[in-house]
Every structure is written in structure tokens, then in C-alpha cells.
């Protein structure tokens, strides 16, 4: 008898670049926010010592009379005033200290912020990019490597994962610094600050020009990337086909080819990147030897004030390098890029899906092939318009050559790959396989592979793998009716030893 199953709704996900991230981000944006409110702290507090030290120079140290804010002047005179301060310069020395000393701590906190964010954001990627693949049709995975999907599940989460933990905050950290320290810069003297701020349209100009040529260069890379993890991981599963075939030379030689192709574009992608941040970095020189020359020529003609230079240097330092920086985050941006497009592949790909109201019937029934058409590739058929019945409790036999569909035709019967419409049907007790929802066909379907695969964990796991905890008695009765369980006994450790990576403990006959 039939039974209707009550599914949950679950619509395709269609990821765009920012709605995929912020999909990843669930559990771990609070990290990076509170980060950043850190880094807003740290940031204004080193902010504050080049104004402390000017203070100093020009109205502690000499006669200038420096514009300081009327809270700050309060404070000022509530400790004494200027001439107390004079008096007493180990009072500015400790306020110095204990300014860098809550700049550690907040560093401190963004370090531990970034990395459990980090963390988790990898965490939560490695999930969703398994549980996608797990649901992904088996038509999906023999289209797509191994090795390929391996590399876009590391190397490209990983990339994902440095971009927003470092380099995405980074950004705000470095807008954040570049904001404060031109306000500081335009309040003391406007000609120099123009002349520090000139550099930052072309640094932003030449960076969107590298941002396009390194994407297209990165992309051709992560794609060979993949092609040698392919290589790589093929000849370590296969590697007894490549010894007992003497194919070592070959492989070598296969691998090598790859690599050098590998690594000579690494090469000049790296070269185009030199370009870029040796471009950087002789812009920012510029700029600092025009701050030097401009400053001393406004501190000779008197229209700014020793301390006043002495915190201009301060200030473009921390213009020069988050410029720099925010440069060079552009070209990783490009290479962050690619790898989210990459992962988008996998998380945008139709997963396997029942059909409303799957039903979970009696599979003790006959199973029927009615006109049965079916071709890996539309414009060759492997199979035309085949009808056979296997009746309840016999055995069925099917023979025929190398290609001729026999393996198609249990793999149907998995629903592996979906019938279209138009072409037959397949039932089991009278019911079309396609109403009949994969989890429960596939559970009550047994098939020998031709290639059998074993997982690294014990003969009894292995056994009883359909099942989360399959009764010990249960397993030894399955394995007798496949006439193993006298040589399963013979192992030092029985149904608990570990079989090996694919069951290379096992002969063939014993993995089947």
C-alpha cells in the first residue's frame, strides 16, 4: 500500500555574488562587525598621539598657540594648564603610554574577532558546499572532476574565507583611517593636505585598470589549478592501474606538463602584479617626498608650525600605506572574484529533487521496463524501446556486450539517471519509479557495483551503511547471505577492522 510523504518546500537557490556571501556569512557577521567597531576605536586613539605630540612641540615646548578643540582646552586647563604640563612632561609621557596601551588591546580583540569569524565562515562554507554536492543529481558529478570540485571546496573557500576576514575588513579599517587622519590633515593646513590627497584618484584610477587584467589572468590559473588536481588525485586513486600497467613515465610526464603550464602562468600573473604594486609604491614615494619638501618650504615661510609638520609626517604615513593597501586588496579582489563565481557553479546547480507528493510503496512487487528509450548523449541511444517484466522472488538475468545497456538499466532503475518524458517507464508493484521518492527507491534497492567502493572505516560500518545503527546481528546475517562472514571472522580484528582508503585490505571478490 502507497503512502504519500509530506515534503518541506524547497526552492532552488539562485546566488548572486552578494546574496552567496551573505548566505555564508550567517553565524559569523556579528564577528566581523564587532571587529571593526574595535578597529574604529584603535584607529581614533592613534589618531590622537600625532595631535598629543604637536601640543607638545608647539605649546608645551614652544610659543605657538595651536587650535585645539574646546573640550580637549578644558581638559588642558582642568589639569593645570599649559605651564603645568610644562613642568610636568612625564604627565604627557604616560598619557602616550596608555593610549598605545588601549590601541594593544583593541588590536588584540580584532585579531580574536577576525579569526573566530574566519573560523566560522569557513566552517559554515565546508557545510553548505557538502550538503549541496551530496544533493547534487549523479548525472551532475560525471560531468564534473573530482579533482576540480575538490579544488573549488579548499583552495577557492579558503580564497573566499582570506578576502573577507582580512581583506574585506581591511577595507573598513583603511577608509576608517584614511577619513580620520584627512580630517586632522585639512584642519591644520588645507595647500598640504590638497598636495597628500592629489596621489589617491590615480592610485584608484591605475587599480581599476590592473582590477580587469589580473581577474582574467587569475581565472585562466584557478582553472589549471584544477585541471592538476584532477591529475593528481586520478593517479592516486588509480594508482595500482598505473603500476600494473607501467604507466609511471607516462603520468609523470602528464603531471609535469601540467605543472610547468601551471606554473608559468603563475609566473605572469605574478609579473603583472609586480607591475601593479611597484606602481603603488612609487606614487606613494612621490607623494611622501612632496609632503617633506612642501612642509619644511610652509614651516620656513612660517605658514604652518613645527608641530603641525611633525604631524603632517605622522598622518601621511597612515594615508601613504592604507592607499597602498587598499591598491593591493583591489588585485586580490579580482582573485576573490573568481573564486565566488567559481563556487557559485556548485551552489546554483539543480539539485535532485522528488516530485510533489513522492510516494514510499510496497517495493515487493514486479518490476517493470514498459518502452524504455534512454541515451547519455541525446543524438546516440543506448537503449530503444525496451520492454521486459521481472516477476516477485525470481531471478532475471541479462546478457549482452561491451556498451549494450546493462549497467544503464540498473542505474534507471536508481533513478541515477531520470527518464524523459516520452520515453517508457519504469515501475515496481504497479507504481511509475518517478513517483516514488529517491531516498526510499535507493534504500530498498541492493546493487553491486562494478567498481565496488568501500570507505576507510570498518567491514561492519561498511555493511551497515544504509542504516545509522544497524544491529550487529543484522550486519553478520547480510554478510553470510553474501558468503563473507567466515572470512570477516578470519581478521585479527573481525567486523572492526578498517578495510583502508577504497578497500585495499580486501580482495576484489571480498569488496563485492
Known amino acids: 500500500m502507497s503512502r504519500h510523504v509530506k515534503r518541506g518546500k524547497d526552492p532552488a537557490k539562485r546566488f548572486t555574488k552578494g546574496s552567496l556571501l551573505k548566505y555564508f556569512l550567517r553565524g559569523s557577521l556579528h564577528f566581523f562587525i564587532l571587529s571593526v567597531i574595535c578597529s574604529m576605536t584603535f584607529i581614533l586613539a592613534e589618531q590622537l598621539i600625532p595631535q598629543i605630540i604637536r ?21 588642558i586647563n582642568g589639569a593645570g594648564g599649559t605651564a603645568f604640563l610644562r613642568a610636568h612632561l612625564w604627565l604627557i609621557a604616560i598619557l602616550i603610554v596608555v593610549i598605545a596601551l588601549i590601541v594593544a588591546v583593541f588590536r588584540y580583540l580584532v585579531n580574536v574577532l577576525n579569526n573566530k569569524g574566519a573560523e566560522t ?5 565546508r557545510n553548505s558546499l557538502f550538503a549541496q554536492i551530496q544533493r547534487l543529481p549523479f548525472a551532475w558529478h560525471m560531468q564534473n572532476q573530482t579533482g576540480d570540485i575538490i579544488q573549488r571546496c579548499t583552495s577557492d573557500a579558503d580564497r573566499i574565507r582570506v578576502f573577507i576576514s582580512e581583506q574585506l575588513v581591511s577595507v573598513l579599517r583603511i577608509v576608517i583611517m584614511i577619513g580620520l587622519s584627512l580630517y586632522f590633515m585639512y584642519s591644520m593646513n ?3 593636505a590638497l598636495i597628500a590627497t592629489a596621489s589617491i584618484p590615480a592610485v584608484c584610477l591605475y587599480s581599476a585598470y590592473f582590477h580587469n587584467r589580473i581577474h582574467k589572468h587569475f581565472t585562466e590559473v584557478d582553472e589549471n589549478e584544477g585541471i592538476l588536481s584532477t591529475i593528481a588525485q586520478e593517479n592516486l586513486t588509480g594508482v595500482r592501474v598505473v603500476r600494473a600497467f607501467g604507466r609511471e613515465e607516462f603520468e609523470r610526464e602528464r603531471f609535469e606538463k601540467q605543472n610547468d603550464h601551471y606554473a608559468n602562468l603563475w609566473v605572469k600573473l605574478m609579473g603583472l602584479m609586480a607591475s601593479f604594486w611597484s606602481s603603488a609604491d612609487f606614487i606613494c614615494g612621490v607623494q611622501r617626498l612632496l609632503i617633506l619638501v612642501f612642509g619644511a618650504v610652509f614651516c620656513v615661510r612660517g605658514e604652518m608650525s613645527p608641530g603641525e609638520f611633525l604631524a603632517f609626517i605622522s598622518y601621511i604615513g597612515w594615508i601613504i600605506w592604507p592607499v597602498r593597501q587598499l591598491g593591493r586588496m583591489i588585485s586580490e579582489m579580482s582573485k576573490a572574484d573568481v573564486s565566488i563565481e567559481r563556487i557559485m557553479f556548485i551552489m546554483n546547480s539543480e539539485v535532485e529533487k522528488d516530485p510533489p507528493g513522492a510516494l514510499e510503496p510496497d517495493m515487493r512487487g514486479d518490476i517493470v521496463y514498459d518502452h524504455v528509450s534512454f541515451g547519455y548523449d541525446e543524438q546516440v541511444p543506448v537503449l530503444e524501446d525496451v520492454s521486459f517484466t521481472i516477476k516477485q522472488g525470481t531471478t532475471f538475468g541479462i546478457l549482452g556486450g561491451t556498451g549494450s545497456g546493462k549497467s544503464t538499466l540498473v542505474l534507471l532503475l536508481d533513478k541515477l539517471y531520470p527518464l524523459s518524458e516520452g520515453s517508457g517507464t519504469i515501475s515496481i508493484g504497479g507504481v511509475n519509479i518517478a ?10 534497492i ?6 565496488p567502493f568501500l570507505f576507510s572505516r570498518t567491514i561492519a560500518e561498511n555493511i551497515g551503511i544504509t542504516q545509522k545503527d544497524m544491529p550487529m546481528d543484522e550486519i553478520r546475517r547480510a554478510a553470510g547471505i553474501a558468503c563473507v562472514d567466515e572470512a570477516i571472522t578470519e581478521f585479527s580484528k573481525g567486523y572492526d577492522t578498517v578495510v583502508g582508503e577504497r578497500g585495499v585490505t580486501l580482495s576484489g571478490g571480498q569488496k563485492q
Request: net charge neutral; hydrophobic share 50%; no cysteine.
Open 55 to 75: 601640543y607638545t612641540v608647539d605649546n608645551v615646548l614652544g610659543t605657538e598657540q595651536a587650535q585645539l578643540p574646546a573640550v580637549v582646552l578644558n581638559w
Open 190 to 192: 588645507v595647500k598640504l
Open 435 to 444: 513517483d516514488i521518492r529517491a531516498g526510499w527507491l535507493r534504500k530498498n
Open 121 to 125: 565562515l569557513m566552517q559554515t562554507m
Open 446 to 451: 541492493g546493487m553491486v557495483l562494478q567498481e
